[in-house]
Nanobody
Framework: QVQLVESGGGLVQAGGSLRLSCAAS????????MGWFRQAPGKEREFVAA????????FYADSVKGRFTISRDNAKNTVYLQMNSLKPEDTAVYYC?????????????????WGQGTQVTVSS
């Protein structure tokens, strides 16, 4: 089992950048695929990015491709989401997720473990 704690959210102007971090407990972080999802008020939770156990396979939602970068440091038990060129429509609570499956999923059903979320607000 793994526990996830997100950090790095905040208020930023459009065009700005933020870096989210997700720290995982336990000594088997490298056995988990990791994902980032977000949920805006009144909307369903949606996929943002995912990364395989080794970091060799990465997936992005079309809406963030070219602006966001997911990465992981298995030695630090941490996954990151670098967000550049932020837009007001990126405003949401961002969640980190983990799963011990082989393939990094792009749906919420593909993850068993979730963090508590961190708020990202982009002002226009």
């Amino acid at each position: 089992q793994v526990q996830l704690v997100e950090s790095g959210g905040g208020l930023v102007q459009a065009g700005g950048s933020l870096r989210l971090s997700c720290a995982a407990s336990g000594r088997t972080f490298s056995s988990y695929v990791m994902g980032w999802f977000r949920q805006a008020p009144g909307k369903e939770r949606e996929f943002v990015a995912a990364i395989s156990r080794s970091g060799s396979s990465i997936f992005y939602a079309d809406s963030v491709k070219g602006r966001f970068t997911i990465s992981r440091d298995n030695a630090k038990n941490t996954v990151y989401l670098q967000m550049n060129s932020l837009k007001p429509e990126d405003t949401a609570v961002y969640y980190c997720a983990a799963d011990q499956s082989i393939v990094a999923a792009t749906t919420t059903r593909g993850y068993d473990y979730w963090g508590q979320g961190t708020q990202v607000t982009v002002s226009s």
